[in-house]
């Protein structure tokens, strides 16, 4: 479930005739209009994690857990790579779409509905994967470092983390974000939004999501979710990980080993092994 958008809502559409609404106050929710959305915005292999992810664990003989692996974007092609890969995502709804994608392909990974602050299995893992933002999602300081103590307590030992950051400079991107697809069945679905919190001093962000589905040129379906962030520096980071159990800890930017961290890097892979 890795964060992505950056919406903005506009009530007068919230009267159409016929049309279904949910104006949930839950942030970082993924209900199904966004969870639909994700599918097509983001198919497998468009964003460069997964192979570069995938490149680093070829060979790795271990079992990985994915927190929030939302439709299975990351999972789908680690299980394909033939990986004893576990995914847990909060959404029920991105989880429905990610077993549909497995079964699709012949694939019965262990899925659970349960969430980054009190997930739980009767087995420890080799590796914990967090690809692109999904780790901006937990707005909480507090919460973040209780999340990474479990995520250490769910490693073997000697098991390692990798967990990409986006880093500080989104918070300055301010820009709206409007944009538009085609469902299979003809729908025309868009995203409108808009930032509607920058806090500098915490280094978060908030955004209110609109999701819509057109049909036949009415408006038939709307839902409005917010969004919240938490961005993190790089040797913010780098202590927080030490402080949460881990150690051995490097960094690569924007998915390119063989290139040094610049100043303007926009992705951070951090890799920590538990301590």
Avoid at 37 to 49: E, H, L, M, R, S
Avoid at 160 to 179: K, N, Y
Avoid at 209 to 216: F, H, I, N, V
């Amino acid at each position: 479930m890795d964060a992505g958008f950056r919406e903005r809502a506009s009530p007068a559409f919230l009267h159409e005739s016929n049309m279904a609404s949910n104006t949930t106050t839950a942030t970082n929710r993924y209900g199904a209009l966004a969870a639909e959305i994700y599918d097509i915005d983001k198919p497998f292999f468009t964003v460069p994690d997964t192979r570069f992810h995938l490149e680093r664990f070829e060979g790795f003989g271990r079992s990985i857990l994915e927190p929030a692996c939302g439709t299975g974007r990351t999972l789908v092609p680690f299980l394909e790579a033939g990986h004893d890969i576990t995914g847990f995502d909060q959404s029920p709804e991105m989880l429905e779409r990610c077993r549909a994608r497995c079964a699709a392909r012949g694939l019965s990974p262990d899925l659970r509905q349960q969430r980054f602050e009190d997930f739980r299995y009767d087995r420890k893992f080799g590796a914990i994967l967090v690809p692109v933002g999904t780790f901006t999602l937990i707005d909480d300081v507090a919460v973040a470092q209780s999340v990474l103590r479990r995520f250490r307590d769910a490693l073997e030992p000697g098991g390692i983390i990798v967990l990409d950051m986006q880093s500080l400079s989104f918070l300055a991107d301010t820009r709206d974000d409007r944009r538009r697809w085609t469902a299979e069945n003809g729908d025309l679905l868009t995203v409108e939004g808009i930032r509607t919190t920058t806090d500098w001093l915490t280094q978060r962000r908030e955004a209110m999501l609109r999701y819509e589905r057109w049909r036949d040129n009415r408006l038939v379906e709307t839902h409005m979710e917010p969004m919240a962030q938490r961005y993190w520096g790089l040797e913010e980071f780098r202590l927080v990980l030490e402080a949460s159990g881990f150690g051995q800890v490097s960094v690569v930017g924007d998915y390119n080993r063989s290139r040094p961290l610049r100043a303007n890097t926009r992705s951070l892979t951090f890799e920590a092994t538990r301590n």
